[in-house]
């Protein structure tokens, strides 16, 4: 993304869906206080439910953001509804849409997976599937 937008500031939110209880967890967040920020672009690989998505989102308008733009490369057709339900404002750009969730509720047929191999600070990716 920064080849796209150089001059972007990039912050951090890391969430990830707990296997038990199906809820978003945070487990970092590197948004300042103090900030200027006048559109923050969501990159969310999978979206699924949407359930990590909707608790960024209600952080960032929290955090003031006038303009939320969200790119997916896949997302599930109930993650997409359930986003423009709870944030109709929220423009999300999306390269597939998959009709169906598992039962576990996550997209079914069309899974990505990447692997990285970490040495040091440098991740290699090692494969990617679609």
Sequence with gaps: MLELLPDATVHHIGMYRS??????????????????????????PMIATAGTLVAVIDQLKAWN???????????????LDRTKERHPDVTVRVGQIDELLSDVSSSCHRCITVQYLYRGNRSVRMRAEL
Aim: a positive charge.
């Design 19 to 44: 296997n038990c209880s199906l809820l978003p967890v945070q487990y970092y967040n590197r948004l300042p206080k103090e900030h200027s920020t006048d559109i923050a672009i969501v990159l969310e």
């Design 65 to 79: 953001v006038p303009k939320i733009m969200v790119l997916s490369v896949i997302a599930s057709k109930a993650g």
